[in-house]
C-alpha cells in the first residue's frame, strides 16, 4: 500500500531513469568512442562520468558516445552540451579528469578551464 | 538512482513476437554482457510502435535510432558499432528515418509525422510490466487529482467538456453514459471495459492493453469513482494471451499499490478489478451480449430498454466502455479537457486510433486527429498501396460498416462525416482494398464472417443474414440473377428495421455500401458473368492467345477434365463449359500463352 507522497517519490525517481527517451532538452555528455578515443582510454572516462552521474543522482543527464571528432592526438575528448550554452570541448580526459568535470561544470556550473581544447591552444 | 546511458527498447508486441523479438531481446541480453556492458545499458520489453510491416522494431535511446526488419543475427553487429562504438548501424535502421544520409527524428518521419499519440502515449516507450514506469510518466497522477480534489459530478463534467465518444465505434457520448449510471440508485454499480475487439483486422485494443494496460485500469478507478461503482471487469478475448497476461500483472501490481482495493490512495474510496475472458464470439462484443457472458450465459442480446446504465450486469446499473475510450481518460484529467477538445473536429473530438491493413505499404497502428483526410492516412501516412497498384476503397468499420471509394478519398475522418458517406467510424479497423480486388467478394466476405457469428435468437438476423449470403454466393459463382441486388436491397432494409442487435442491424452496410459505390462490378458479375477484378475464380476464363500458341500440346496433355483441344503447330482452343479452372495449364505452358481473365 503506498501513500500518495510515495508514488510521487517513485514518479520522480524511475523519471529521472527513464527520461532519456522522451526528453531531450537535457544536459548532453558526449564521449569519443572512436577507434582513436577506445585506444587512449575512453572507456574508463565513459564509465567515471556514469558513476559520478549516478552517485550525484543527477536529473536530466544523457550520457552518449559518438565516433571520430577529428583531434585525435588529443582524445579522450569529452564534449558538454547545456541547454542554452556553448559547446564546451574537453581533451585529454582521464577517469579523475572527468570527476572534477562533472562536480564543477555538471553540478555547479563552472567550465573546467585548463581542461579545455582552448586552454591547449594557447 | 539507476542511471542506464543507454535504453534498448524492443517491441514485444503480439506481432513482432510473432516475429522472433524476444530471441532478439535475449541476444541483446546476451551480447550486452559478453561486452561487460549490463550496468550501463537496460534493454526493455514493450509495447507496439505501430509500424507494424517493418518489424520488428527495436529503438536504442538517447539518439533514438529507429531499427527495423531485426533480425537476431543483427544484434552482434548492433551492440559491437552502437552500444560500444557509437556508430549506428545504418543499413538496419528504418529507410524512411534516413534521407540523403542525414539520420531524421522519429517524430519527422513520414509515418509519424501527421500522428498524435494519445492512446498509445506509452506504448513503446515504457515496460507494460512495470508499474514504476507508467508512474514516471504521469500514471496514477489524475487518479491522484479526481480522488483528492474532486466530486463524481466534476468527473463526469470534465468527460463531458472534453467531447471524448466511445471509440467502440457507436460514438455514443462518453460522458453521458457516465451521468445516466450516476443517477440510477443501486447498492452495487459495475464498470466494464469491452476488450473483445472482435472485427477482423483490428488491434487497436490489443495494442493498448499489451503497451499499456494501466492506464486502462486508471481509467476504470475514475469511472467507479465518478459513478459509485466498486466492481470493474475487463472482458478480454482469450485470443490476446500477451494482453491477457499483462493485465493480469497490471491489475495484481495496481494491488500491492493499494491503487485498487480497499481505501485507495487512503481516501477511503475502494473499487477492484477483475478480467473474465471471452471464448471467440463476435457477439459478445455486443454490449448485452458481453453481459450475459460474464453473468455466465450463452452470449446472446437482449431487448433494450432497459438500458445498461439502469439495469446492465446481474440487473444492476452498468457502463461499458472500449479500451481506447478508457486510454484517453488519464490525459483528459492530466491535461485537461480543453486540450483534448481543441483536436479534431466540431463534433468529434480528440484522436482516433486506426489498425491500417490490406493493400497498404505501411501496415501497422497509427493514430491521428480527428479531421485528418482519408487522403492523408493512405498516401502521407500509410505510404500508398504497394507495387504500384491503384488505390480502389477503404473499408472502415468491418462488417458493420461500408466503404470509401477512390472518389471519396478527401473525405475528413469523423463520426458524422463517415455516416454521410454510407460507412461508419467503427473500432478502429481500415482495410485498404487496390484495382485487384473485387468489391462484390469483399462484401460476400464480411457477410460470411455475420452468418457465422450470428447469436440465432432473431429471425431477421439467422435468417435474413443467410438469404443475403446465398444471393452473394450465387452471384459470386457465376449464377447471378436479374433482381438479385433489388432483393439483396430489400434484405437489407429490412433486417436494419427489425434486428435485435448491433450485429444483425449493421450486418448489410458492407453489401448496401458496396452496391452504392460499385454497382457496375455487380452488374457485370450478374449480367455479364464477369468479374471486373480478376478474383472470383468461377467467372474466370482460361483463355489461350492465338499469337503465342505454338501448338505444342502440352496443355492438354495435363488438362485434368480434358477441357482443350488442338492440332500440333496450330493454335489449341480451352472448352469453358469443361475447364475447371485449376490453372494447371497456365502453369505448364512454356509460352506464358495462357492467361485468366
Given at each position: 500500500?503506498?501513500?500518495?507522497?510515495?508514488?510521487?517519490?517513485?514518479?520522480?525517481?524511475?523519471l529521472?531513469?527513464?527520461?532519456?527517451?522522451?526528453?531531450?532538452?537535457?544536459?548532453?555528455?558526449?564521449?569519443?568512442?572512436?577507434?582513436?578515443?577506445?585506444?587512449?582510454?575512453?572507456?574508463?572516462v565513459?564509465?567515471?562520468?556514469?558513476?559520478?552521474?549516478?552517485?550525484?543522482?543527477?536529473?536530466?543527464?544523457?550520457?552518449?558516445?559518438?565516433?571520430?571528432?577529428?583531434?585525435?592526438?588529443?582524445?579522450?575528448?569529452?564534449?558538454?552540451?547545456?541547454?542554452?550554452?556553448?559547446?564546451?570541448?574537453?581533451?585529454?580526459?582521464?577517469?579523475?579528469?572527468?570527476?572534477?568535470?562533472?562536480?564543477?561544470?555538471?553540478?555547479?556550473?563552472?567550465?573546467?578551464?585548463?581542461?579545455?581544447?582552448?586552454a591547449?591552444?594557447? | 538512482?539507476?542511471?542506464?546511458?543507454?535504453?534498448?527498447?524492443?517491441?514485444?508486441?503480439?506481432?513482432?513476437?510473432?516475429?522472433?523479438?524476444?530471441?532478439?531481446?535475449?541476444?541483446?541480453?546476451?551480447?550486452?554482457?559478453k561486452?561487460?556492458?549490463?550496468?550501463?545499458?537496460?534493454?526493455?520489453?514493450?509495447?507496439?510502435?505501430g509500424?507494424?510491416?517493418l518489424?520488428?522494431?527495436v529503438?536504442?535511446?538517447?539518439?533514438?535510432?529507429?531499427?527495423?526488419?531485426?533480425?537476431?543475427?543483427?544484434?552482434?553487429?548492433i551492440?559491437?558499432?552502437?552500444?560500444?562504438?557509437?556508430?549506428?548501424?545504418?543499413?538496419?535502421?528504418?529507410?524512411?528515418?534516413?534521407?540523403?544520409?542525414?539520420?531524421?527524428?522519429?517524430?519527422?518521419?513520414q509515418f509519424?509525422?501527421?500522428?498524435?499519440?494519445?492512446?498509445?502515449?506509452n506504448?513503446?516507450?515504457?515496460?507494460?510490466?512495470?508499474?514504476?514506469?507508467?508512474?514516471?510518466?504521469?500514471?496514477?497522477?489524475a487518479?491522484?487529482?479526481?480522488?483528492?480534489?474532486?466530486?463524481?459530478?466534476?468527473?463526469?463534467?470534465t468527460v463531458?467538456?472534453?467531447?471524448?465518444?466511445?471509440?467502440?465505434?457507436a460514438?455514443?457520448?462518453?460522458?453521458?453514459?457516465?451521468?445516466?449510471?450516476a443517477?440510477?440508485?443501486?447498492?452495487?454499480?459495475?464498470?466494464?471495459?469491452?476488450?473483445?475487439?472482435?472485427?477482423?483486422?483490428?488491434?487497436?485494443?490489443?495494442s493498448?492493453?499489451?503497451?499499456?494496460?494501466?492506464?486502462?485500469?486508471?481509467?476504470?478507478?475514475?469511472?467507479?469513482?465518478?459513478?459509485?461503482?466498486?466492481?470493474?471487469?475487463?472482458?478480454?478475448?482469450?485470443?490476446y494471451p500477451?494482453?491477457?497476461?499483462?493485465?493480469g500483472?497490471?491489475?495484481?501490481?495496481?494491488?500491492?499499490?493499494?491503487?485498487?482495493?480497499?481505501?485507495?490512495?487512503?481516501?477511503?474510496?475502494?473499487?477492484?478489478?477483475?478480467?473474465?475472458?471471452?471464448?471467440?464470439?463476435?457477439?459478445?462484443?455486443?454490449?448485452?451480449?458481453?453481459?450475459?457472458?460474464?453473468?455466465?450465459?450463452?452470449?446472446?442480446?437482449?431487448?433494450?430498454?432497459?438500458?445498461?446504465?439502469?439495469?446492465?450486469?446481474?440487473?444492476?446499473?452498468?457502463?461499458?466502455?472500449?479500451?481506447?475510450?478508457?486510454?484517453?481518460?488519464?490525459?483528459?484529467?492530466?491535461?485537461?479537457?480543453e486540450?483534448?477538445?481543441s483536436?479534431?473536429?466540431?463534433?468529434s473530438?480528440?484522436?482516433?486510433?486506426?489498425?491500417?491493413?490490406?493493400?497498404?505499404?505501411?501496415?501497422?497502428?497509427?493514430e491521428?486527429?480527428?479531421?485528418?483526410?482519408?487522403?492523408?492516412?493512405?498516401?502521407?501516412?500509410?505510404?500508398?498501396?504497394?507495387?504500384?497498384?491503384?488505390?480502389?476503397?477503404?473499408?472502415?468499420?468491418?462488417?458493420?460498416?461500408?466503404c470509401?471509394?477512390?472518389?471519396?478519398?478527401?473525405?475528413?475522418?469523423?463520426?458524422?462525416?463517415?455516416?454521410a458517406?454510407g460507412?461508419?467510424?467503427?473500432s478502429?479497423?481500415?482495410?485498404?482494398?487496390?484495382?485487384?480486388?473485387?468489391?462484390?467478394?469483399?462484401?460476400?466476405?464480411?457477410?460470411?464472417?455475420?452468418?457465422?457469428?450470428?447469436?440465432?435468437?432473431?429471425?431477421?438476423?439467422?435468417?435474413?443474414?443467410?438469404r443475403?449470403?446465398?444471393?452473394?454466393?450465387?452471384i459470386?459463382?457465376?449464377?447471378?440473377?436479374?433482381?438479385?441486388?433489388?432483393?439483396?436491397?430489400?434484405?437489407?432494409?429490412?433486417?436494419?428495421?427489425?434486428?435485435?442487435?448491433g450485429?444483425?442491424?449493421?450486418?448489410?452496410?458492407?453489401?448496401l455500401?458496396?452496391?452504392?459505390?460499385?454497382?457496375?462490378?455487380?452488374?457485370a458479375?450478374?449480367?455479364?458473368?464477369?468479374?471486373?477484378?480478376?478474383?472470383?475464380?468461377?467467372?474466370?476464363?482460361?483463355?489461350?492467345?492465338?499469337?503465342?500458341?505454338?501448338?505444342?500440346?502440352?496443355?492438354?496433355?495435363?488438362?485434368?477434365?480434358?477441357?482443350?483441344?488442338?492440332?500440333?503447330?496450330?493454335?489449341?482452343?480451352?472448352?469453358?463449359?469443361?475447364?475447371?479452372?485449376?490453372?494447371?495449364?497456365?502453369?505448364?505452358c512454356?509460352?506464358?500463352?495462357?492467361?485468366?481473365?
Amino acid at each position: 500500500m503506498k501513500t500518495i507522497q510515495e508514488l510521487e517519490e517513485i514518479r520522480k525517481k524511475t523519471l529521472d531513469t527513464i527520461n532519456i527517451r522522451k526528453d531531450r532538452s537535457g544536459t548532453r555528455i558526449v564521449v569519443g568512442m572512436a577507434t582513436c578515443g577506445i585506444a587512449a582510454g575512453a572507456r574508463p572516462v565513459l564509465l567515471s562520468i556514469i558513476d559520478e552521474v549516478k552517485k550525484h543522482d543527477l536529473a536530466d543527464v544523457v550520457v552518449a558516445q559518438t565516433g571520430c571528432i577529428g583531434m585525435c592526438r588529443l582524445e579522450p575528448i569529452v564534449e558538454v552540451y547545456k541547454p542554452g550554452e556553448e559547446k564546451v570541448t574537453y581533451i585529454k580526459v582521464n577517469a579523475s579528469k572527468a570527476i572534477r568535470i562533472v562536480n564543477e561544470h555538471i553540478m555547479q556550473g563552472k567550465v573546467v578551464d585548463e581542461y579545455t581544447v582552448g586552454a591547449v591552444e594557447k | 538512482m539507476e542511471m542506464y546511458r543507454s535504453h534498448v527498447m524492443i517491441c514485444k508486441g503480439t506481432g513482432c513476437t510473432s516475429s522472433n523479438s524476444e530471441q532478439i531481446a535475449k541476444n541483446f541480453e546476451e551480447e550486452i554482457k559478453k561486452n561487460g556492458l549490463e550496468g550501463e545499458i537496460v534493454v526493455e520489453r514493450t509495447g507496439c510502435f505501430g509500424l507494424c510491416a517493418l518489424g520488428p522494431v527495436v529503438i536504442i535511446y538517447p539518439e533514438a535510432s529507429f531499427y527495423s526488419m531485426v533480425k537476431p543475427e543483427d544484434v552482434e553487429e548492433i551492440v559491437k558499432e552502437h552500444l560500444v562504438k557509437g556508430r549506428v548501424v545504418k543499413r538496419l535502421l528504418y529507410a524512411g528515418s534516413v534521407e540523403e544520409n542525414k539520420i531524421k527524428a522519429i517524430e519527422d518521419v513520414q509515418f509519424y509525422k501527421k500522428q498524435v499519440r494519445v492512446a498509445l502515449r506509452n506504448c513503446g516507450v515504457i515496460n507494460p510490466e512495470n508499474i514504476d514506469e507508467y508512474i514516471a510518466f504521469d500514471g496514477y497522477k489524475a487518479l491522484e487529482k479526481v480522488l483528492t480534489q474532486m466530486t463524481p459530478p466534476e468527473v463526469i463534467d470534465t468527460v463531458k467538456k472534453s467531447g471524448l465518444r466511445g471509440r467502440g465505434g457507436a460514438g455514443f457520448p462518453t460522458g453521458m453514459k457516465w451521468d445516466f449510471a450516476a443517477r440510477s440508485q443501486n447498492d452495487q454499480k459495475y464498470v466494464l471495459c469491452n476488450a473483445d475487439e472482435g472485427d477482423p483486422g483490428a488491434f487497436m485494443d490489443r495494442s493498448v492493453l499489451e503497451g499499456d494496460p494501466h492506464s486502462v485500469v486508471e481509467a476504470m478507478i475514475i469511472a467507479g469513482f465518478a459513478i459509485g461503482a466498486s466492481q470493474g471487469y475487463i472482458y478480454c478475448r482469450a485470443e490476446y494471451p500477451i494482453a491477457v497476461k499483462r493485465l493480469g500483472i497490471a491489475i495484481g501490481q495496481a494491488r500491492e499499490y493499494g491503487l485498487l482495493g480497499e481505501n485507495i490512495m487512503g481516501t477511503g474510496f475502494k473499487f477492484d478489478l477483475q478480467v473474465r475472458l471471452g471464448a471467440g464470439a463476435f457477439v459478445c462484443g455486443e454490449e448485452t451480449a458481453l453481459m450475459a457472458s460474464i453473468e455466465g450465459k450463452r452470449g446472446m442480446p437482449r431487448p433494450r430498454p432497459p438500458f445498461p446504465a439502469n439495469k446492465g450486469l446481474f440487473e444492476k446499473p452498468t457502463i461499458l466502455n472500449n479500451v481506447e475510450t478508457y486510454a484517453n481518460i488519464p490525459q483528459i484529467f492530466n491535461k485537461g479537457p480543453e486540450w483534448f477538445a481543441s483536436m479534431g473536429t466540431e463534433k468529434s473530438k480528440g484522436t482516433k486510433v486506426f489498425a491500417l491493413g490490406g493493400k497498404i505499404n505501411n501496415t501497422g497502428l497509427v493514430e491521428i486527429p480527428m479531421g485528418t483526410t482519408m487522403r492523408e492516412v493512405i498516401y502521407d501516412i500509410g505510404g500508398g498501396c504497394p507495387n504500384g497498384k491503384k488505390f480502389k476503397a477503404a473499408q472502415t468499420g468491418g462488417p458493420s460498416g461500408g466503404c470509401i471509394p477512390a472518389s471519396e478519398i478527401d473525405v475528413p475522418i469523423d463520426y458524422e462525416n463517415l455516416a454521410a458517406k454510407g460507412s461508419i467510424m467503427g473500432s478502429g479497423g481500415l482495410i485498404v482494398m487496390d484495382e485487384d480486388n473485387c468489391m462484390v467478394d469483399i462484401a460476400r466476405f464480411f457477410m460470411d464472417f455475420i452468418v457465422d457469428e450470428s447469436c440465432g435468437k432473431c429471425t431477421p438476423c439467422r435468417e435474413g443474414t443467410k438469404r443475403m449470403l446465398e444471393i452473394l454466393d450465387r452471384i459470386t459463382q457465376g449464377k447471378g440473377e436479374e433482381g438479385d441486388i433489388e432483393k439483396l436491397e430489400n434484405l437489407a432494409k429490412n433486417i436494419k428495421n427489425s434486428a435485435l442487435c448491433g450485429l444483425g442491424q449493421t450486418a448489410p452496410n458492407p453489401v448496401l455500401s458496396t452496391i452504392n459505390y460499385f454497382r457496375d462490378e455487380y452488374d457485370a458479375h450478374i449480367k455479364e458473368k464477369r468479374c471486373p477484378a480478376g478474383v472470383c475464380k468461377a467467372l474466370l476464363n482460361y483463355t489461350i492467345l492465338e499469337d503465342k500458341c505454338k501448338g505444342c500440346g502440352i496443355c492438354a496433355k495435363n488438362c485434368p477434365s480434358s477441357a482443350i483441344s488442338g492440332q500440333p503447330k496450330s493454335p489449341y482452343k480451352i472448352d469453358s463449359s469443361k475447364c475447371v479452372k485449376c490453372g494447371v495449364c497456365a502453369q505448364k505452358c512454356p509460352f506464358k500463352a495462357i492467361v485468366k481473365k
